[in-house]
């Protein structure tokens, strides 16, 4: 082990000592955004491991992603050396799919179960819905997704629907109906949904107490970063693990334990095989920020903070108010935004590094003009000698990042989308791995289904039907009735298809899974993988075809392949069961390197727990943050304050918030307004901008001021049209009335209103940046009109006649 006790704990402010070193009750650290959370737990594990109070394998530290993770890892590894290796650091999905691949064999699955993500689950609800004619009760297959899900984060399975619900109510009585088959399903395919990884692994280690000891035993200090996005599922989980072992047996542990077993071990005292050893349940650190709760939408539930000390009685609770991350005006915007959250605890943050620079704000005509300065200022930044991976742009949702891209590539500004490549969602990404599945979960009867008749074999939903009778009438599953070409009363040459994709799942079941037994090597994947994409003639599907997205595809399949490669390469013990399961639980933040110089683009949910020298937050209007749909949803717009707060508080030095006036969306151009949220920033912390690429003019006194460009603007030392400071003094901190909230630009009319401006094709125009230009054509109607102009210098353009600054000559 390297680095002495003093030397983890240099540097350390007296509570994140306190934190570190506290040793005997449950602790509770809750404290701000880059207090030093992660930290924390990452030095007292690294100090755990110092001191030989732990083994590496007693250690289960969970995190919200597998970046995350790989972080922490890296983190301690830097502190104490490569002991940390035998650690459990992973997110709740991955631990619990690695306890589930040793365990599930003892509830009906085996260790080869597929993880179905949401694709998946929705493929199979769509067929579900449709069996139980469920539309005509308003049942979508989404909604019943959504709802399926909710439960499930509750703990509640179908079964215990169906005993609460209301089942004279007939929508309820088919949405169980559903919910229990969709269960069946998953069982028959032998596979677990994304909840079910959880809430499975609740489950068995409450049916089997035997099992829940041996990792009771195993994780005496257990971590959980980003607590306060638990939901109720996982906050079981947790307490599942640090009851105290339990001492009940399963028979055949009884026999491993050498005749030392105690055969009737008493539940109610708790003693057992080595109940009196481990009589206390293991040591429980949770580290959370309630301002930063972002997840309730999917089942997140504070209250697993604030009533933390009521479930672990004499748990010890620490609270950080140094910041160490941000600039101190970037972190009083972020104290004054989530400032207007009612029913929060008042916290203070504060920081020593200075005021620093000053948020920049900018106002973009449309979404392109928006790009444009965030390219600029990325450029600009860079000169100034902040890297490209020390850059990040975060929006609200993945279709904002369109505008972003094609700005960047324009300006050939590297940069890496993060979630929002979706490699895994391809559809032919998707065929790939139900091959797979068909070889390593036979049972599994959607993949193999799904790769029935790709590439085309001429098996249409005739043949389907028949095989699926087969299987049915013989006691067969879907995969074995393949087996039978002959027996299936089809045709010769469909039969020959059949027997021929039959053949080609046993030569790769042979690299895979050998019949064997033996443990083939890693390499088998990318393998099996050619195997299956040569001998089924995929590869040849597409080679043949001469549709350029065809080529991509097989780009893609070759880029699949290569994964599997790289699988081989980091996981030499590592198998078919290991790969899918890596391939399922890649999440947003997770296919990202760090070495590459490359700007991070991000939806601000993905950017939790991350932090970067400048920030860019786009698109900060009305319906975007805080997002239209939050409106109805009670809590709604306080969750997504939350969220812009996690967004504003990643930036170390440079901030930037921007917004357009007009936002081209799904074919519509809609009139955009500033979020409330810019409001509540106090005006003096924000220096608006001109013009793209504006770097240099600060308070507006190197360059026009828009006010003289947009007629019934306002007064002000502000330039910005909707800039918050044009309010009285000190508005900016009061929370707004809802209607003003939602028509800031009725009550401050500050944007540009041209009426019904007449304007027509061969019309003069002027405009106050681009000049003089001819009307080539009008489109569209109303308040949405478009001019295509083509001003005499500045080329062609899109305008919204109802808003641009435009005069007509
Ligand atoms: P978030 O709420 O965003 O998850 P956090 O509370 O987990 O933030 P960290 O990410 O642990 O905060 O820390 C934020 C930054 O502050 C990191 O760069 C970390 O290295 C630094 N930091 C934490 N504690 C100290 C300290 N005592 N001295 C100097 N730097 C520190
Ligand atoms: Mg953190």
């Known amino acids: 082990l390297s680095g002495g006790r003093d030397e983890l704990l240099a540097g350390l402010n007296p509570q994140q000592l306190e934190a570190v070193t506290h040793r005997g009750s449950a602790l509770l650290i809750v404290a701000g ?205 947790i307490h599942e693990l640090t009851r105290p072992v339990s001492g009940q047996a399963a028979e055949s542990d009884a026999f491993a334990m050498n005749g030392m077993m105690i055969f009737e071990p008493d539940p109610s005292t708790g003693s057992g095989a080595q109940g009196a050893a481990d009589a206390e349940g293991a040591s429980l650190t949770v580290v959370g920020d309630s301002d930063q709760s972002i997840y309730a939408f999917r089942g997140a539930d504070i209250r697993n903070i604030s009533e933390f000390e009521r479930d672990f009685p004499g748990a010890k609770v620490v609270l950080l108010e140094q910041n160490y991350r941000s600039t101190q005006n970037i972190l009083s915007a972020a104290n004054a935004v989530i400032g207007n959250n009612f029913d929060r605890k008042a916290k203070n943050l504060w920081s020593d590094r200075g005021p620093g620079e000053k948020i920049v704000g900018f106002t973009g005509y449309s979404q392109h003009d928006e790009a444009q300065f965030v390219a600029d200022e990325v450029e600009a930044l860079r000169r100034a000698g902040i890297p490209y991976s020390e850059m ?136 099996g993988l050619t195997v299956l994409l040569n001998g089924s003639g995929y590869f040849d599907m597409l080679r043949a075809s001469r549709d350029p997205q065809d080529e991509a595809r097989l780009e893609n399949l070759d880029e699949f392949v290569a994964v599997a490669r790289d699988f081989a390469r980091n996981n030499p013990d590592g198998g078919i069961a290991d790969f899918l399961t890596e391939v399922a639980l890649v999440s947003d933040a997770d296919d990202l390197d760090d070495e590459s110089g490359a700007v991070s683009m991000m939806t601000m949910h993905t950017a939790k727990g991350l932090e970067y020298d400048a920030v860019f937050v786009t698109g900060v209007e009305e319906d975007l943050i805080p997002h239209r749909i939050s409106a109805g949803e009670p809590g709604g717009p306080q969750e997504e304050r939350r969220l812009f707060y996690v967004g504003i508080t990643r930036a170390r030095k440079r901030l930037h918030l921007s917004l357009a006036m007009t936002r081209a969306q799904f074919g519509e151009v809609t009139v955009a307004m500033p979020s409330r949220f810019l409001q509540e920033i106090p005006g003096d912390l924000i220096d608006w901008r001109q013009s793209p690429g504006d770097v240099n003019s600060r308070g507006g006194t190197q360059s026009r001021a828009l006010n003289a460009r947009r007629p019934g603007g306002f007064g002000g030392r502000s330039a910005d049209p909707f800039a918050p400071k044009s309010l009285p003094k000190g508005g900016g901190l009061k929370p707004l009335s809802t209607a003003m909230d939602r028509f800031p630009n009725k009550v401050t009319g500050k944007v540009r209103d041209n009426g019904d401006l007449e304007l027509a094709a061969g019309d003069r125009i002027r405009h106050d940046d681009f000049g003089d230009g001819r009307v080539e054509a009008v489109t569209g109607e109303g308040a949405k009109r478009i001019a295509h102009v083509r001003f005499d210098s500045a080329g062609q353009k899109k305008l919204l006649i109802k808003i641009a600054p435009i005069t007509k000559l």
């Open 33 to 237: 955004a880059g207090s030093g959370k992660t930290s924390v737990l990452t030095r007292r594990i690294a100090l755990l491991l110092r001191e030989r109070e732990a083994w590496p394998s007693q250690i289960l530290a969970i995190t919200f992603t597998n970046k995350a993770a790989a972080e922490m890892r890296e983190r301690v590894a830097g502190l104490v050396g490569d002991v940390a290796r035998g650690m459990w650091i992973s997110t709740f999905h991955s631990a619990c799919v690695r306890i589930l691949r040793r365990e599930a064999e003892q509830f009906g699955f085996t260790k080869s179960f597929t993880i179905y993500d949401s694709g998946d689950s929705r493929a199979l609800l769509k067929r579900l819905v449709k069996e139980h004619d469920a539309d005509a009760f308003g049942l979508t297959p989404g909604a019943v997704q959504s709802r399926i899900s909710k439960l499930k984060n509750e703990l509640t399975d179908a079964e215990g629907f169906a005993r609460q619900a209301n089942l004279s109510d007939p929508a309820e009585r088919k949405f169980a109906d559903i919910f229990s088959d969709y269960q069946r399903a998953l069982q028959k395919a032998n596979a677990f949904d994304f909840d079910d990884l959880i809430g499975q692994t609740v489950y068995l280690f409450r049916a089997f107490p035997h099992v829940a000891d041996v990792y009771r035993r195993r994780f005496r200090h257990i971590l959980v970063d980003e607590y306060q996005d638990t939901n109720h599922a996982q906050y079981a989980l």
């Open 392 to 527: 990040a742009v975060f929006y609200r949702t993945n279709s904002q990042s369109r505008a972003l891209e094609e700005i960047f590539i324009r300006a050939a500004v590297p940069y890496k989308i993060m979630g929002g490549t979706k490699f895994y969602e391809r559809a032919e990404i998707k065929d790939a791995l139900a091959y797979l599945v068909a070889v390593a979960n036979p049972a599994d009867e959607m993949a193999v289904r799904r790769i029935l008749n790709k590439p085309r074999r001429g098996i249409g939903d005739v043949t389907e039907t028949s095989i699926a009778r087969f299987a049915d009438e013989n006691g067969l599953s879907f995969r074995d009735a393949l087996r039978n070409a002959p027996l299936l009363g089809v045709g010769p040459k469909i039969q020959a298809a059949i027997t021929q994709l039959d053949a080609v799942l046993n030569e790769a079941a042979e690299i895979l899974t050998p019949s064997s037994g033996e443990v083939p090597p890693a390499t088998s994947v990318a393998e």
